[in-house]
């Protein structure tokens, strides 16, 4: 089996005292890859750049489309300041989409919206990570932010290119909801993941427990715990959009809200199965390894009641007492026996004896059929 780690250290990026909308870029930030999609229902332009004021003039070119700025990694501080000149966005947004410690959420501004989510996969070396997805929605421009360069987008990228369904025409706010569904479908293939090593762990627990079991069920239970911090904040930001007033999120986009809604509460109920599961293979680890324990202590416990007789047999007739004292007259009440012709075979055959009477005794009670 595979190990799974678990990756997901966030740190605290900001100052204390720092002002209200303060934007700082993390050193270990990537810097920015640029994608461009401006789609409409007859074709779909990509294109790549670095600045952002290059990519507004590619957008003005095509006033017929919808686009999507694609943004890969989140260190370039000019970048967003040129976000913030050309779209007036408001510097909170910003602070929000740096500082990727962000739950998922929703916030209404002044001719835009803004949502973030957590999107939660197994990379290449099979660790689980933890990175938050930001995007801002206006009339018909997407924005959206990812820390590095991996990405589980490819399939909407596909739909896209390929026209399937209402992508190309539900504007900005589908494609939005359209990403958010994505990364809901991804937290189904982790717990999957989850529960096929809940399944073969619960196996093992049953053919050889040993005490990696216990470390790997513990790991489980931390992810899970992730998931459920993940998908609860997840459920009420798309239950806030639902509710929203905004143009941008339009009745059309609302009813396949209610669909990731559902989406959202079938994960929070198989997490919170799964969490009951972890704590159910621990029990019966522990149970199973209990039992051996006994089991182990009985074979002990026979054997010492079986020696404990031949113990005090040979304990009394190695005192070794003599019969006669220094002048040769026999001591009066001094093991008789001391002298006695093969006295040594009578021994061990007596002895020999009441270890086989225990046996059986032990073999009519079934204590022997238990072990």
Not at 54 to 63: A, G, R
Not at 281 to 299: C, F, G, Q, T
Not at 305 to 333: C, H, W
Not at 361 to 369: C, V
Request: aromatic share 10%.
């Amino acid at each position: 089996m595979s190990r799974k780690r678990y990756r997901f250290k966030p740190k605290a990026i900001g100052l204390v005292g720092d002002s209200p909308g303060m934007v700082r870029i993390p050193e270990d930030a990537h810097k920015p890859h640029i994608q461009v999609f401006s789609y409409n229902t007859k074709e779909v332009v990509a294109s790549k750049g670095e600045a952002f004021s290059v990519i507004m003039k590619h957008l003005e070119t095509c006033t017929e489309h919808t686009h999507w700025i694609k943004v890969n990694g989140l260190g370039d501080a000019e970048l967003f300041q040129q976000i913030a000149d050309i779209l007036k966005i408001n510097p909170l947004v910003l602070e929000d989409i740096t500082n990727t410690r962000q739950r998922p959420k929703f916030d209404e501004y002044d001719g835009y919206v803004f949502a973030t989510s957590r999107v939660i996969k197994f990379n290449e070396e099979h660790e689980l990570t933890n990175q938050q997805f930001s995007a801002i929605v206006k009339d018909n421009l997407l924005i959206s932010f990812e820390e590095d360069y991996s990405t589980c987008f490819e399939p909407v990228i596909e739909r896209l290119k390929s026209g399937k369904g209402s992508i190309r025409t539900g504007g900005s706010g589908y494609m939005c909801y359209a990403l958010m569904d994505t990364i809901i479908d991804e937290y189904f293939v982790v717990l999957a993941d989850i529960g096929e090593t809940l399944d073969t762990i619960e196996d093992r627990v049953y053919e050889s427990p040993d005490k990696r079991i216990m470390y790997e069920t513990q790991h489980i239970k931390r992810e899970l715990i992730m998931m459920r911090r993940v998908s609860w904040p997840e459920r009420d930001k798309i239950n806030d959009m639902i509710r929203s007033d905004s143009p941008l999120v339009t009745p059309e986009v609302k009813t396949f809200l209610r669909d990731a809604y559902d989406h959202c509460i079938q994960i929070m109920d198989m997490t919170d199965s799964y969490k009951e599961i972890t704590g159910n293979v621990m029990d019966l680890y522990l149970s199973m390894v209990s039992n051996r324990m006994n089991e182990i202590m009985k074979v002990l416990t026979i054997i010492s009641v079986i020696f404990i007789p031949l113990t005090f047999i040979a304990g009394v007739y190695g005192m070794n007492f003599s019969r006669q004292d220094e002048k040769g007259r026999p001591i009066p009440d001094n093991m008789p026996e001391l002298y006695a012709h093969h006295g040594y075979v009578y021994t061990i055959g007596i002895m020999l004896l009441i270890g086989i009477i225990q046996v059986i005794i032990f073999w009519r009670k079934g204590w022997f059929n238990r072990l």
